[in-house]
């Protein structure tokens, strides 16, 4: 590992945080190997940087790095050595992260219940760390160090207690920025401390917080672990908020003396430290009953802030302090202050959705509103101004729309619900009218027929504003709105269905689903049919979702579907897609309606699908649902086609009914499929010239005058350069029982063979090779002769021309039914088996013998001189193999191997020409000499010249 990191240490670092197992498994090393690798790097003189990153790394994945508590005493013990080894002056932020490194180990682990001792070694040399008091070169050291004590404290409550007086001490007399820090922990323990106080009835006397804040009878070292820790959980702290307070005979003037202290010192805070110290400070306000005026000043510094911890500061002083904290004039002045931001362009929109969040939840006095935990409120009453906050322009985004309006969707329901609404028929006729102008912003654009994310807005308002105020007249302006827009534009079908699909989750008494569904319905039956197959595929799903509604009379949808069919050329085109829809239409009309209402209406739309779809499956379907409506009754079509309560579909359901009908003893189960270790089958290539010559036909033979060469040429040239054009090799074979396997009974006759062959990443897949069956009897040998042995033909489709050795299985039936799986011997491809002659035109079939070898030498010289010279656009390579073996055994041997593909043969010359898959040429011209033969090689693949050359000395070897 250690050599992993040593160089590629940013890359390995990132591959193991996107998935740390991953990277173990792919580099076979185990946690302990990486996590003993990472601490000797730590350890050797490496950069800082990947120190400090390999201490990140520790800290993020506790979980897969530490299999076991060795491991976590062992590291944790090595950490620590090297903080105390290291150079205090020159490494502060690498020893910064080991004291983090330490602090995640301590609290991951549960240390105090562990490994208490070394827990309290720990606390020590973090004490001893922070009584450098302004010590600028240990600064980052000191960060950490005030960031690990705050850790322990929240996970262990009171363990740093007897430290507070300590703590606030150094706040005070330090300097640098490191103070903030400080003062964060001391108020953190100082939370602890008095929850302490509170809950334990041995803290409840007169001096004991005073004590606790100002006593620092134990010095800050040595530390001692507690004996107990006082149990102190979310829950107890939720039951001091709700009411229980400090008793009334405990001082709390050192408690009012801290606070004041820390709120002197709170502006100087960063404003996520700020928001901590804050947050945790009122707690301890609230619980001792203290007046919560010494915030004041804090809230109104930060109404005019735009940081969003600060604005979250002010809406938590509020919500702490609701009654006795805020005037009328303030809570107006914030209320001001966050309208303004929620419309605020330069704020970004996450922020502005935080603002919205806060609005939502800002009760006001005078209203006698009350915040409801997971319930969205509003303030009611709002003048004009104020709301025109949350008016949408047309210049905010898509996602600011929809906030805007689902918050003036919120105003608008608290003022019908304050007391002092106005009543009648008027008033909700105006907000209506208020609302739905407020659309006319995402409207617009879908008047043009504009999708994407304003189509998703407009829909997510109609849902919001009709969900809050469906009992209104606004929502028959919610109806009119979508009505209109998929009337026009059929695009926003889905929306709708997804849409009303919401409407029936939330208001399942509602009649909007089911009077939308019945006027768009109508609508579409009455559209033109040439009008309506230009967006077919939106009214068929609308259509659809109007045959569920058991309240409308499906028919006149059935015979309009029908008319459609007939007017169109849509059965003749057979689309898939569109057919599937049609038959989903008739589904749901049966599941919904009962066969006799629809019956004439519904056959005839399926005997015209069954009978002239130009889809065999849509036809097929077609045929069954005819099939069940005239044989099955309406009650029993309804239970057979709607989806069952399990999850299952109609057809899963119909399956499982042919299955129990057709289950029976004489159908037993098939068995899987068993392996068999003896091979017994065998493949043997069938020994049969390649091309012994081309098939004659009694055509009329064509003078040689009129063949013309050139067009052979560029009609080779056509061929090889169309895309689907690839030659391919087959490679004929007996398939026969192997000669030396004994004779068994259960195998004298098999079934069903299959004949697999795995291929390359060089070669295609290969169809298998079927036969019927076999008998032991005509297949004992690979004989053509009476009785024949099975043959098999396997077509290969090589991607490059080079040899390759495949494995082969066979699978087959027995006589019971069983079936069985075999391997066959390794299938050796040659090179010299993918040699091919050169092709031909068609209209060679009616050349004669003459007029062929005529072509073939005119073609080779035309080959031969455009690989050369380029003009046929191909890189040539050309080579020269030297044969050094005697003329007579040179030309002997390219006679028998070679006679398939030689254009000239003489004396002193030959001329050879060869195709090699997938489109390839290779060309040989050999002259002879005394004691030697030169072959010279042309070809437009260079990868097969070592082939070439090794297949050419093999051919002379003695």
Not at 639 to 652: E, H, N, R, Y
Request: hydrophobic share 40%; with cysteine; proline share 5%.
């Amino acid at each position: 590992m250690q050599q992993v990191f040593a160089e590629n240490w940013l890359s390995d670092l990132a591959a193991f945080r996107s998935s740390p197992r991953v990277f173990l498994t792919s580099r076979r090393i185990s946690a302990d190997d990486l996590l003993l690798d990472i601490l000797q790097i730590l350890c050797s003189e490496c950069a800082e940087v990947i120190k400090t990153s390999l201490l990140g790394l520790l800290q993020e994945h506790v979980d897969v790095l530490f299999s076991d508590a060795i491991s976590v005493e062992q590291t944790f013990a090595s950490l620590k050595d090297m903080f105390e080894q290291s150079n205090a002056g020159a490494e502060f932020h690498y020893r910064a992260q080991i004291l983090t490194t330490l602090a995640t180990l301590a609290v991951s682990f549960d240390f105090l219940a562990t490994q208490s001792q070394l827990l309290g070694g720990f606390i020590k040399t973090l004490l001893k760390c922070l009584s450098k008091v302004n010590s600028h070169d240990q600064a980052a050291v000191r960060l950490s160090a005030c960031h690990s004590l705050r850790e322990l404290e929240l996970m262990y409550p009171g363990l740093l207690a007897t430290k507070l007086g300590h703590f606030f001490v150094m706040a005070n007399m330090e300097l640098s920025y490191v103070s903030q820090d400080y003062m964060l922990l001391s108020v953190t323990v100082m939370q602890n401390v008095l929850h302490m106080v509170i809950t334990d009835q041995q803290w409840h006397t007169e001096q004991a917080l005073n004590d606790w804040l100002t006593s620092r009878s134990e010095p800050l070292l040595p530390y001692n672990l507690p004996e107990t820790l006082p149990e102190m959980d979310a829950e107890s702290k939720a039951r001091l908020s709700l009411g229980s307070l400090l008793p009334g005979l405990v001082d709390t003037k050192e408690l009012r003396r801290a606070v004041s202290v820390i709120m002197e010192f709170s502006p100087l805070m960063t404003p996520a430290c700020h928001l901590l110290a804050i947050r945790e400070l009122m707690d301890c306000v609230r619980w001792t009953g203290l007046s919560p005026t010494t915030f004041k000043h804090e809230l109104l510094r930060n109404l005019a802030t735009a940081s969003l911890p600060f604005l979250h500061l002010a809406i938590l002083l509020k919500m702490k302090f609701p009654a006795e904290f805020m005037e009328a004039e303030e809570e107006d002045l914030l209320l001001h202050r966050l309208l303004i931001f929620c419309d605020h362009r330069d704020l970004p929109y996450e922020q502005r959705l935080v603002v919205h969040q806060y609005l939502r939840r800002f009760p006001c006095q005078g209203l006698g509103q009350t915040i409801v935990p997971g319930e969205d409120c509003f303030m009611a009453g709002l003048e004009e101004a104020a709301r025109s906050h949350l008016y949408p322009t047309v210049f905010d985004s898509d996602a600011t729309m929809r906030l805007k309006m689902d918050s003036l969707s919120l105003l608008q329901l608290a003022e019908l619900n304050s007391e002092n609404k106005m009543a009648g028929v008027g008033q909700s006729l105006f907000r209506s009218l208020d609302l739905m102008a407020n659309l006319e912003c995402l409207h617009k654009p879908l008047q043009y027929g504009v999708c994407g994310p304003v189509a998703v807005a407009l829909y997510r308002c109609a849902f919001a504003f009709y969900r809050r105020h469906g009992s209104t007249s606004l929502a028959d302006d919610i109806y009119r709105l979508l009505v209109d827009t998929v009337s026009k534009h059929p695009c926003y079908t889905a929306h709708t269905i997804d849409f009303l699909e919401c409407v029936r989750k939330t208001h399942p008494d509602s009649a909007l689903p089911l009077k939308m569904l019945q006027s768009l319905g109508e609508q579409t039956v009455s559209t033109p049919v040439d009008s309506l197959v230009k967006q077919l595929p939106f009214h068929l799903t609308l259509l659809q979702h109007v045959a569920c509604e058991s309240r409308v009379d499906p028919s006149s949808i059935l015979s309009y579907l029908l008319q459609v069919l007939h007017c169109s050329s849509l059965a003749q085109q057979g689309n898939w897609s569109i057919g599937n829809k049609i038959l989903s239409i008739c589904s749901c009309a049966l599941q919904h309606h009962t066969s006799s209402s629809i019956y004439t209406d519904l056959g005839n739309l399926l005997v015209l699908l069954s009978s002239q779809y130009n889809d065999v499956d849509i036809r097929d379907r077609a045929r069954l649902y005819y099939s069940l409506v005239t044989n099955v009754s309406s009650s029993k079509l309804m239970d057979l086609l709607i989806q069952g309560s399990d999850g299952t579909s109609a057809s899963q359901r119909l399956t499982r009914l042919v299955e129990v009908g057709l289950s029976a003893p004489s159908f037993p189960p098939a068995s899987p499929m068993q392996p068999v270790t003896d091979c017994f089958l065998k493949l043997t290539r069938i020994p049969t010239d390649v091309v012994t010559a081309l098939p004659r036909h009694d055509y009329r033979r064509e003078p040689l005058s009129s063949i013309n060469t050139s067009d052979v040429y560029e009609w080779f040239w056509k061929q090889l350069e169309a895309p689907n054009y690839l030659l391919k090799v087959q490679l004929p074979f007996f398939l026969h029982y192997h000669e030396s396997y004994p004779f068994k009974t259960d195998l004298q006759q098999i079934y069903a063979i299959c004949v697999h062959l795995t291929t390359n990443g060089s070669y295609n897949p290969v169809e298998d090779a079927l036969v019927p069956f076999l008998r032991r009897k005509s297949a004992n040998a690979p004989v053509s002769s009476p009785p024949a042995c099975a043959s098999v033909t396997l077509e290969l489709s090589p991607l490059s021309p080079c040899p390759a050795i495949f494995s082969v299985s066979a699978s087959y039936s027995g006589k019971a039914g069983e079936t069985f799986t075999t391997d066959l011997a390794d299938l050796d491809v040659a090179f010299a088996d993918l040699f091919l002659p050169l092709p031909l035109p068609p209209a060679s079939l009616s050349w004669n013998e003459e007029q062929i070898s005529c072509a073939r030498q005119c073609f080779f010289a035309d080959l031969w001189s455009g690989l050369l010279d380029g003009s046929c656009g191909l890189k040539h390579i050309q080579t020269v193999v030297c044969l050094s073996n005697i003329q007579q055994a040179a030309q002997k041997a390219v006679r028998e191997e070679l006679s398939h593909f030689i254009v000239l043969d003489s004396d002193e010359l030959s001329l050879v020409a060869i195709a090699l898959p997938p489109r390839h040429v290779l060309l040989l011209q050999m002259t002879s000499a005394e004691d030697r033969s030169v072959v010279s090689v042309v070809t437009d693949n260079w990868e097969v010249l070592p082939l070439v050359e090794t297949y050419l000395h093999g051919l002379v070897q003695p």
